[in-house]
C-alpha cells in the first residue's frame, strides 16, 4: 500500500543514482536521467498533498489532469485552485486523456482541442500530455503534435507489443507506474 514515507524513500534512493528532471530537459544528449509523471485518477486534494512532498525533496514532476472523469471535475473553481497550488510548487501540468479510436490527424485535433480548453480555464500554458490507458495503436504511432511533449514519446518509453518477451536491461528505457497501487513493472527499489 503507497504511503508518503515508501515515496519519499524511492525518491532518495532515485536522486543517489539518477538525476530526476522535467520531460522538457531530455535531449538527445541527455543519458541516464529520471523523469516522473502523476496521473491524476481520483483526486486532486490528494495530488496536492504529493506534490507537497515532492517540493519538500526538491523534485519537480507532471501532474496529469483528466478533462473528462468520473470521480473529479477539473474545471471546478475548487480544483482549478488546486492545480493553480500544483504549479505554484514548481510542478507542470499535463492533459491526461482516454481519446477513443480515430486516425493520427483526428488525434491531433482531438488533443490539442482538450488542451486548449484546460488553458482557457488554467490561464496558463499546458505543453504536454499522456494517454490514459493507452490503446496499442495509439502507443505505436507515437504521436507527434509540434510544440506539446508526448509523455509517451519515443525518448521517455518504448512500445511492445505484448507477444514480445524482453528482459529490461535490452532497453534504453525503463518504465515503472503504481497503477492501482501496484508496481507492474517492477518496484523501483529493485
Not at 507532471?62 to 514548481?90: C, D, F, M, P, W
Not at 486516425?103 to 482538450?114: C, M
Not at 514480445?164 to 532497453?171: A, I, P, S, W
Request: hydrophobic share 35%; net charge neutral.
Amino acid at each position: 500500500m503507497f504511503s508518503y514515507n515508501e515515496y519519499r524513500n524511492i525518491i532518495k534512493l532515485i536522486q543517489q543514482h539518477l538525476p530526476i528532471v522535467d520531460f522538457a530537459a531530455v535531449t538527445s544528449k541527455t543519458n541516464e536521467f529520471c523523469v516522473i509523471r502523476h496521473d491524476i485518477e481520483f483526486s486532486i486534494d490528494r495530488a496536492a498533498k504529493l506534490a507537497e512532498v515532492e517540493n519538500q525533496l526538491g523534485i519537480s514532476t507532471t501532474y496529469t489532469v483528466q478533462l473528462r472523469n468520473n470521480t473529479y471535475n477539473a474545471l471546478s473553481e475548487k480544483n482549478i485552485e488546486q492545480i493553480h497550488y500544483i504549479k505554484s510548487l514548481g510542478h507542470c501540468i499535463a492533459l491526461h486523456q482516454n481519446p477513443p479510436y480515430m486516425s493520427e490527424k483526428e488525434l491531433k485535433k482531438y488533443v490539442l482541442k482538450d488542451i486548449e480548453t484546460l488553458e482557457h480555464y488554467y490561464g496558463f500554458e499546458i505543453d504536454r500530455y499522456a494517454f490514459h490507458r493507452p490503446k496499442q495503436e495509439q502507443l505505436a504511432m507515437y504521436l507527434e503534435i509540434p510544440g506539446k511533449i508526448n509523455c509517451y514519446g519515443k525518448k521517455y518509453f518504448h512500445y511492445f507489443n505484448g507477444a514480445e518477451h524482453r528482459n529490461l536491461k535490452d532497453f534504453d528505457v525503463t518504465y515503472l507506474a503504481d497503477s492501482n497501487h501496484q508496481w507492474k513493472y517492477g518496484h523501483p527499489i529493485q
